[in-house]
């Protein structure tokens, strides 16, 4: 665990330099234990892939302070365990009418598009950062036999709820936006909601599980075509 300088009021405690699932344990063990103190000095906490930001209150800590702060609180972190109460059930239309390279990927991979879907949603995904956009969650892993690599050329509007993948992550778009992702399906799930407190329903500590449902159902939830 090294700390470094992020600016005046802030730093980057990192864990390793290598993204792997243990590191991802140990990100998650030390943000769940340095929320306890978000609002006693500790303004704001950004977990990624092998880090955190930390943003501090200057009239409470200096870089000295705030660095010994850190060693003591995260020097004999508990492992960390997922719950069931951390999974969310994610409902996902899949079809080449909103997954505009679900046929693409079955192509690439040899596999049928119903193999594709099905190896899509039957794993569990940690999430391993949240960021681009507000509630855009980086999940990992894919199954290897569907990997794909990002478009060459990416699409200047990818619609809101778009379910995608590139290379061994899979994420949903949670406004329209650009991107290179590869589209397999959408959903109505609303990942931005001014409402809660962390802005979304997933967090790093979350646990995203996708449920392919008719178009019909997707229609009901509110999802648009």
Known sequence: MTIKI?????????FSNTISK????EVKAAYK????????????????????LITYDIFHYDYETIKSFLFEELSSLEEYKDTESNLITI??????????DLQRV?????????????????????VYAIGF??????????DERIKTSRLETPRKKIPKGS???????????PKESPGGWNI?????????????KELSAISIESKIKFNPISKDEFISQGGTI
């Open 106 to 126: 079955a192509s690439k991979s040899n596999l049928s598009v119903d193999e594709v879907i099905n190896l899509h949603s039957s794993k569990v995904y940690d």
């Open 184 to 196: 397999l399906g959408r959903t109505a799930f609303e990942l931005f909601d001014k409402r809660l």
């Open 22 to 25: 243990q590191c991802s344990l």
């Open 6 to 14: 992020a600016s005046v009021d802030s730093v980057i405690l990192y």
């Open 91 to 100: 409902d996902v239309y899949y079809d080449k009418e909103v997954g505009f």
């Open 133 to 142: 956009l507000p509630g855009f969650a980086y999940l990992a892993s894919i």
């Open 163 to 173: 379910v995608a993948i590139a290379d061994m992550q899979t994420a949903i778009y």
């Open 33 to 52: 234990v340095l929320k306890e103190f978000k609002g006693k000095g500790i303004v704001e906490l950004i977990p990624s892939y092998t880090s955190i």
